[in-house]
């Protein structure tokens, strides 16, 4: 193990009264006297006592948000065994109970909860009030319709208000959530909602994406003759479209008048299903608990973002992705969410910096790659747009390349928060992230989440400090899931996490955690390259790459040959006008080698019309790898789960060419 060096110096650190009032400050003096955590020693110190007194640190984190259980629980922690740990047995609640509780404040019922944009319009805000009374009505709507605890109700919505709405009634009804985006095609869908059997279907007839209409109504007819369990069909027209015969409209689902019942439900209850990106089969459907996902989510949101009543919460995102339901929480806070339905760049670049000025978020969520395009782009965001309320920037998707972290400074406001945060759909939370109390470090996560036994771990099990090693937690969380759907002896599930260390969640991302606490991730490690048995991470490469102005965007894997040998290659998709002569292989070369190692020179560059990704934007690594070892597109991918199938089949011939 190597020592560890001095902390370099940060990029960014909080002014003295902005940490004093952050809430994780306050959540630490208030634990300190009324459970035994440690008042001294900061965030570092907070974390420690979280992870080894489990119980006790979530049991705080409940009373100190007030969450309400209309059942009191008997233990915090009855099992904490992986998988099948069992958290505050006994109890009922309600999630969207909590999300509307602001609602009741009279001075806040007329604020806004949602602020909608889309590329037509501006801000169109729904007060507390409204959407308490549409949620109320749709759900009393749901119950006369006989949708029952534990049915599934399916979305295939963009990031709309319909949306918010529906996922809270479904919850109020005890019923189970599960969404696709509209520009799924309908195999990936059906993929998705077949294995869940869904008894009511909410869907868009279209939607606007890059200043076009897209047209989904026989998309949606093919659903509904797909999905004979489909009791309820409520259309929702975006685009005008009139109902088709069978119809409900949405007009008169949330026409009523009606207050919220709310089905006061088992901690461990299913809220949503989510699923993986299932490139290599049929996605798994992930289940999640009201409870669990109600207290993580209070922590991340309310602890780690800071947000709170008065905040503007954007995050571009698609239902399609765990990160919508991340937004979703947000009104667990009281903040206002800010819902973009659109391109994350039409008409220009600029589009997301233009939506975050527009609301006033103070909290805005994208992706590294966003960032990164902005850069490329020559974007000056802080000068051009009126950012003064953006107090936050949070990146996740990929890892914030080094030189994303730089631009984040120097053009979104030195007085900025960068966040770069890792979690996963599979806990649809962050393992480690965003701190408002901690420096941030160039190309770094500021620290592991609270409650979150983060560890980089050896082959063999042992812990790790400034090595790479497998992401592994090793006490359970609350928003792991439940279960998979249609998984009856957990095998899966098992299979899926804790196969290689038994009893510890391996997530499947290589890390290192730092000597001064934070931590680097560097991409997956099922397709971490490996050359001499030196492991390195497809981030790092990545960030070199993209660097230059001809690359557009880049894809590297490493394939074990037959004889023994082992070939990286390097795909890159050239920018307009770009060529991939001698002259720039030499500069790509010249720049892997100096800034990282000889090791991480490519065998060979690749001009590639397009770089494949799964349909929630993640670069399709390890089907490509398995094409390029001489595995049928068939076997090495599931179609309806990447964006532009006809990417892979060159990588298909060229595996046939090495095989």
């Given at each position: 193990?190597?020592?560890?060096?001095?902390?370099?110096?940060?990029?960014?650190?909080?002014?003295?009264?902005r940490?004093?009032?952050?809430?994780?400050?306050?959540?630490?003096?208030?634990?300190?006297?009324?459970?035994?955590?440690?008042?001294?020693?900061?965030?570092?110190?907070?974390?420690?006592?979280?992870?080894?007194?489990?119980?006790?640190?979530?049991?705080?984190?409940?009373?100190?948000?007030?969450?309400?259980?209309?059942?009191?629980?008997?233990?915090?922690?009855?099992?904490?065994?992986?998988?099948?740990?069992?958290?505050?047995?006994?109890?009922?609640?309600?999630?969207?109970?909590?999300?509307?509780?602001?609602?009741?404040?009279?001075?806040?019922?007329?604020?806004?909860?949602?602020?909608?944009?889309d590329?037509?319009?501006?801000?169109?805000?729904?007060?507390?009030?409204?959407?308490?009374r549409?949620?109320?009505?749709?759900?009393?709507?749901?119950?006369?319709?006989?949708?029952?605890?534990?049915?599934?109700?399916?979305?295939?919505?963009?990031?709309v208000?319909?949306?918010?709405?529906?996922?809270?009634?479904?919850?109020?009804?005890?019923?189970v959530?599960?969404?696709?985006?509209?520009?799924?095609?309908?195999?990936?869908?059906?993929?998705?909602?077949?294995?869940?059997e869904?008894?009511?279907?909410i869907?868009v007839?279209?939607?606007?994406?890059?200043?076009?209409e897209?047209?989904?109504t026989?998309?949606?007819?093919?659903?509904?003759?797909?999905?004979?369990?489909?009791?309820?069909?409520?259309?929702?027209?975006?685009?005008?479209?009139?109902?088709?015969?069978?119809?409900?409209?949405?007009?008169?689902?949330?026409?009523?008048?009606e207050?919220?019942?709310?089905?006061?439900?088992?901690?461990?209850?299913?809220?949503?299903?989510?699923?993986?990106?299932?490139?290599?089969?049929?996605?798994?459907?992930?289940?999640?608990?009201?409870?669990?996902?109600?207290?993580?989510?209070?922590?991340?949101?309310?602890?780690?973002?800071?947000?709170s009543?008065?905040?503007?919460?954007?995050?571009?995102?698609?239902?399609?992705?765990?990160?919508?339901?991340?937004?979703?929480?947000g009104?667990?806070?009281?903040?206002?969410?800010?819902l973009?339905?659109?391109?994350?760049?039409?008409?220009?670049?600029?589009?997301?910096?233009?939506?975050?000025?527009?609301?006033?978020?103070?909290?805005f969520?994208?992706?590294?790659?966003?960032?990164?395009?902005?850069?490329?782009?020559?974007?000056?965001?802080?000068?051009?747009?009126?950012?003064?309320?953006?107090?936050?920037?949070?990146?996740?998707?990929?890892?914030?390349?080094?030189?994303?972290?730089?631009?984040?400074?120097?053009?979104?406001?030195?007085?900025?928060?960068?966040?770069?945060?890792?979690?996963?759909?599979?806990?649809?939370?962050?393992?480690?992230?965003?701190?408002p109390?901690?420096?941030?470090?160039?190309g770094?996560?500021?620290?592991?989440?609270?409650?979150v036994?983060?560890?980089?771990?050896?082959?063999?099990?042992?812990?790790l400090?400034?090595?790479?090693?497998?992401l592994?937690?090793?006490?359970?969380?609350?928003?792991?899931?439940?279960?998979?759907?249609?998984?009856?002896?957990?095998?899966?599930?098992?299979d899926?996490?804790?196969?290689?260390?038994?009893?510890?969640?391996?997530?499947?991302?290589?890390?290192?955690?730092t000597?001064?606490?934070?931590?680097?991730?560097?991409?997956?490690?099922?397709?971490?390259?490996?050359?001499?048995?030196?492991?390195?991470?497809s981030?790092?490469?990545?960030?070199?790459?993209?660097?230059?102005?001809?690359?557009?965007?880049?894809l590297?894997?490493?394939?074990?040959?037959?004889?023994?040998?082992?070939?990286?290659?390097?795909?890159v998709?050239?920018?307009?006008?770009?060529?991939?002569?001698d002259?720039?292989?030499?500069?790509?070369?010249?720049?892997?080698?100096?800034?990282?190692?000889?090791?991480?020179v490519?065998?060979?560059?690749?001009?590639?019309?397009?770089?494949?990704?799964?349909?929630?934007?993640?670069?399709?690594?390890?089907?490509?790898?398995?094409?390029?070892?001489?595995?049928?597109?068939?076997?090495?991918?599931?179609?309806?789960?990447?964006?532009d199938?006809?990417?892979?089949?060159?990588?298909?011939?060229?595996?046939?060419?090495?095989?």
């Amino acid at each position: 193990m190597s020592t560890a060096a001095q902390p370099p110096q940060p990029l960014w650190e909080p002014g003295q009264d902005r940490a004093a009032s952050a809430a994780v400050t306050r959540f630490q003096t208030w634990a300190a006297e009324h459970h035994g955590a440690p008042a001294e020693g900061g965030y570092p110190a907070l974390h420690r006592w979280s992870v080894e007194h489990l119980d006790t640190f979530w049991q705080s984190v409940a009373e100190w948000f007030d969450v309400r259980f209309s059942t009191p629980y008997e233990d915090v922690l009855a099992d904490r065994s992986m998988p099948g740990a069992r958290w505050f047995t006994g109890s009922r609640l309600n999630y969207a109970e909590y999300a509307l509780r602001t609602a009741e404040e009279p001075f806040l019922a007329g604020e806004a909860a949602l602020l909608h944009v889309d590329e037509t319009h501006g801000p169109e805000p729904m007060t507390w009030a409204e959407l308490r009374r549409q949620v109320g009505s749709l759900a009393a709507a749901l119950r006369a319709r006989g949708v029952r605890p534990g049915d599934r109700v399916s979305g295939y919505l963009p990031n709309v208000p319909q949306a918010i709405v529906s996922v809270l009634a479904t919850a109020a009804v005890g019923a189970v959530w599960t969404s696709c985006a509209p520009d799924f095609g309908a195999r990936s869908v059906l993929d998705r909602f077949r294995q869940v059997e869904p008894v009511v279907l909410i869907a868009v007839d279209g939607y606007r994406y890059g200043g076009k209409e897209h047209d989904r109504t026989d998309v949606v007819a093919e659903l509904r003759a797909e999905l004979p369990t489909v009791r309820t069909f409520v259309h929702v027209p975006l685009l005008g479209t009139p109902a088709p015969e069978g119809a409900e409209t949405w007009a008169d689902v949330v026409a009523g008048d009606e207050e919220p019942v709310f089905e006061q439900v088992p901690f461990d209850h299913p809220l949503w299903v989510l699923y993986s990106s299932g490139t290599t089969g049929l996605p798994k459907a992930i289940v999640q608990s009201q409870g669990g996902i109600l207290v993580e989510h209070l922590k991340q949101l309310g602890l780690h973002c800071d947000l709170s009543t008065g905040d503007r919460f954007f995050w571009y995102t698609s239902t399609g992705w765990m990160m919508w339901n991340f937004l979703v929480s947000g009104l667990l806070t009281g903040s206002t969410l800010v819902l973009y339905d659109g391109s994350p760049a039409f008409p220009d670049t600029a589009a997301q910096w233009r939506v975050a000025e527009t609301t006033g978020a103070t909290l805005f969520g994208t992706s590294a790659a966003y960032v990164m395009a902005s850069r490329k782009a020559g974007l000056h965001p802080a000068r051009d747009f009126d950012l003064s309320r953006v107090r936050c920037v949070a990146t996740t998707g990929s890892p914030l390349p080094p030189d994303g972290f730089r631009w984040l400074h120097d053009e979104a406001g030195e007085d900025v928060w960068i966040a770069s945060v890792s979690g996963g759909t599979d806990v649809c939370s962050c393992f480690a992230g965003a701190v408002p109390t901690l420096p941030v470090h160039i190309g770094e996560l500021q620290a592991p989440a609270l409650g979150v036994d983060l560890q980089a771990w050896d082959p063999g099990g042992r812990p790790l400090v400034d090595e790479v090693g497998e992401l592994v937690v090793t006490r359970p969380m609350p928003s792991m899931p439940i279960r998979f759907w249609n998984d009856p002896d957990g095998t899966r599930y098992h299979d899926s996490y804790f196969d290689t260390y038994p009893g510890v969640w391996r997530h499947g991302d290589w890390i290192t955690l730092t000597g001064h606490g934070s931590v680097i991730i560097h991409g997956r490690s099922d397709s971490t390259l490996n050359r001499g048995g030196v492991r390195m991470g497809s981030a790092d490469i990545y960030e070199v790459v993209e660097r230059l102005p001809e690359i557009r965007e880049s894809l590297v894997v490493g394939v074990e040959q037959p004889d023994g040998g082992y070939w990286m290659p390097l795909f890159v998709q050239l920018a307009e006008g770009a060529v991939l002569d001698d002259v720039l292989r030499t500069r790509l070369a010249t720049a892997l080698r100096t800034e990282l190692s000889p090791r991480h020179v490519p065998d060979e560059v690749i001009a590639v019309r397009a770089i494949p990704h799964t349909l929630t934007g993640k670069r399709l690594e390890v089907p490509v790898k398995r094409l390029l070892q001489g595995t049928p597109l068939e076997k090495a991918v599931n179609p309806g789960s990447v964006d532009d199938v006809e990417l892979l089949r060159g990588y298909e011939r060229l595996g046939r060419a090495h095989s």
